[in-house]
T-cell receptor
Framework: AQSVSQHNHHVILSEAASLELGCNYS??????LFWYVQYPGQHLQLLLK??????LVKGIKGFEAEFIKSKFSFNLRKPSVQWSDTAEYFC????????????FGIGTKLQVIP | EAGVAQSPRYKIIEKRQSVAFWCNPI?????LYWYQQILGQGPKLLIQ????????DSQLPKDRFSAERLKGVDSTLKIQPAKLEDSAVYLC??????????FGAGTRLSVL
């Protein structure tokens, strides 16, 4: 069974700082990878996804993530955070093909200080 | 396009009582998921439906939790009897292709 590790549970940054949130998964086969975000008081929503092709994927609001297969990683990055990026970020993985059970990480709370 | 609707938003019950949550997925979405999210943790899949059939319920505590999806549309999740450790947010999500999921606002359950 696959699992997901998010190493930073709570991150505090000043506006304009760069962001990198770590995500590692454990599964030996082909995976689909996701980052979901939950802004305060809002639903969980998709930020970006990787299925295949270019390992550098771009999502909404200037976020990007890089899939590094050799490291089983899918880290989320943003060059310059804004106060509005304050949210909780969840990495998730499914196994490609057939029944695709989704496994979520524990989440990282990002607080951006103006 | 209307999103995933869940009700109620909040529920407070005493232990050993029963409770039910309702979910209406996005129209046309064949796949429906129920998750339990305990404070400080990520969502944990309880049950997944494909139309009105169960695809995965391996993490559903079947001695007290039950779920159904009548006619492959709306779904209800029931807990009977509730325990203190069932306090959590219960999320419903739907998907048209079992890849990208669209989440509802969730039901926050407090068991006293």
């Amino acid at each position: 069974a696959q699992s997901v590790s998010q190493h930073n549970h709570h991150v505090i940054l000043s506006e304009a700082a760069s962001l990198e949130l770590g995500c590692n998964y454990s599964y030996g086969g082909t995976v689909n990878l996701f980052w979901y975000v939950q802004y305060p008081g809002q639903h969980l929503q998709l930020l970006l996804k990787y299925f295949s092709g270019d390992p550098l994927v771009k999502g909404i609001k200037g976020f990007e993530a890089e899939f590094i297969k050799s490291k089983f990683s899918f880290n989320l990055r943003k060059p310059s955070v804004q106060w509005s990026d304050t949210a909780e970020y969840f990495c998730a993985v499914t196994v490609s093909g057939g029944y695709q059970k989704v496994t979520f990480g524990i989440g990282t709370k990002l607080q951006v200080i103006p | 396009e209307a999103g995933v609707a869940q009700s109620p938003r909040y529920k407070i019950i005493e232990k050993r009582q029963s409770v039910a949550f309702w979910c209406n997925p996005i129209s046309g979405h064949a796949t429906l998921y129920w998750y339990q999210q305990i404070l400080g943790q990520g969502p944990k899949l309880l049950i997944q439906f494909q139309n009105n059939g169960v695809v995965d319920d391996s993490q559903l505590p079947k001695d007290r939790f039950s779920a159904e999806r009548l006619k492959g549309v709306d779904s209800t999740l029931k807990i009977q009897p509730a325990k203190l450790e069932d306090s959590a947010v219960y999320l419903c999500a739907s998907s048209s292709d079992n890849t990208i999921q669209y989440f509802g606002a969730g039901t926050r359950l407090s068991v006293l």
